[in-house]
């Protein structure tokens, strides 16, 4: 039997479900010890209110802190600006993890454990989080995972070419979070709920989203129409600080979030941080998806819908991998004419929808059996060597 810890250090709750599945399916079938270890009481309550509570009774729930003298004063001068407790964290309970046989997360800076502090024994999983294009997502510190879960055959085959990953790393397991979410929708409250609902989803990344240079703009022309209702759902770190700073690429931008006016209007959901924006109820409640770089745009793809994306930043982006997702649908180099656009969006969709399908069948490589099965078969067997 295998000590398997699975990780959730982090600000946000929108990388729980592409792990908690896959925690479950283990501790359903009895043969590891799993313990699921958390830092903020967010995660804590995410993980009750999504999970089984029968299968919760047979995991431990740990929580994690900062325990190292200088660590909290640390962490509070810094975590305005940077995820501070996140790195710290590690340093604080070595021990802890040192008592693992595997740890499973979502996010690459588990990787100090071995990089930093040395824990050379230790076996570092990646569920990786979302099925998206962009580099980040491809870099050289992939391959410093022991084992990496995919979705499918459009990340396997990007991870072994720019990652240096070789296939023996890697498990083709479907999408989990699939298995949590997929059926959850938006109950909307909008008074013409018959109206076609866009979502528009930015990213947070200063150099990459749509949001510092066109996003008032875009929710301007919802503002002032009656065509359309509008959820704004923004990637949920894209206003968790005052500023946004990203390592990859670098950048920084303070950043404010839609008024009062805008929240008071009936044809427009704001939700700049719940659950909701990460567990794919609006994805699937929305008609049109409205975006930038965000990887949920293929979670709205599941089902064909037309798309339409924002090059704020003046990409060449034809041949570029890290922008696949754009052949979806059409692209604007700004929001000029937005809503006749998302009404061109709509009446060409028929052209788009074969290249959307094939988008989802490279990117999600799903069967009969559940994705969290497949990725607990896959853990199991890279345990047992």
């Known amino acids: 039997m295998k000590r398997i810890c699975f990780l959730f250090n982090h600000d946000q709750t929108h990388q729980l479900a592409h792990s908690l599945p896959i925690a479950l399916a283990l501790a359903a079938r009895g043969q590891h010890r799993v313990t699921l270890a958390y830092v903020r009481d967010a995660i804590r309550d995410e993980i009750r209110r999504q999970a089984d509570p029968g299968l919760l009774a047979r995991v431990e729930i740990v929580k994690l802190g900062l325990k190292r003298g200088g660590s909290q004063m640390l962490a509070g001068a810094l975590e305005r600006l940077i995820p501070a407790t996140k790195l710290l964290v590690y340093r604080d309970n070595l021990e802890f993890f040192a008592g693992f046989d595997a740890v499973v997360v979502s996010e690459k800076t588990t990787l100090l454990l071995k990089t930093r502090y040395e824990l050379a024994d230790l076996k570092l999983i990646h569920t990786r989080h979302g099925a998206g294009d962009r580099a980040i997502g491809f870099n050289k510190q992939s391959a410093d995972f022991d084992l990496v879960l995919v979705s499918g055959p459009k990340i396997r085959d990007r991870l072994i070419a720019e990652a240096g990953l070789t296939p023996d790393q890697i498990a083709l397991v479907g999408y989990p979070k699939f298995d949590l979410c997929a059926g959850n929708r938006f109950a909307d409250t909008f008074p013409a709920p018959e109206r076609p609902v866009v979502i528009y989803n930015p990213h947070p990344s200063p150099k990459l989203s749509s ?77 049109i998806y409205l975006g930038d770089v965000s990887s949920q745009v293929y979670e709205f793809l599941r089902t064909p819908r037309p798309c339409l994306f924002l090059n704020s930043h003046n990409v060449d982006w034809q041949d570029d991998p890290n922008y696949l997702h754009w052949r979806a649908g059409p692209v604007l180099d700004d929001a000029t004419g937005l809503l006749d656009a998302i009404d061109a969006a709509v009446a060409s969709h028929s052209s788009y929808a074969p290249i959307q399908r094939a988008l989802i069948d490279a990117t999600f490589s799903l069967s009969d059996r559940p994705s969290a099965e497949r990725a607990a078969d896959a853990i199991t067997a890279f345990l047992k060597g």
């Not at 503002?223 to 670098?250: C, G, S, W």
């Open 211 to 287: 949001w510092f240079r066109h996003g008032q703009a875009v929710i301007a022309a919802f503002r002032n129409q009656d065509r359309y209702n509008l959820i704004f759902a923004p990637h949920v770190m894209l206003f968790e600080r005052k500023r946004v700073v990203t390592v990859d690429p670098p950048g920084v931008a303070r950043v404010v979030p839609p008024g009062p006016e805008t929240r008071a209007n009936p044809r427009i959901h704001v939700d700049i941080a719940s659950a909701a924006s990460s567990d794919m109820r609006y994805t699937n409640r929305a008609d």
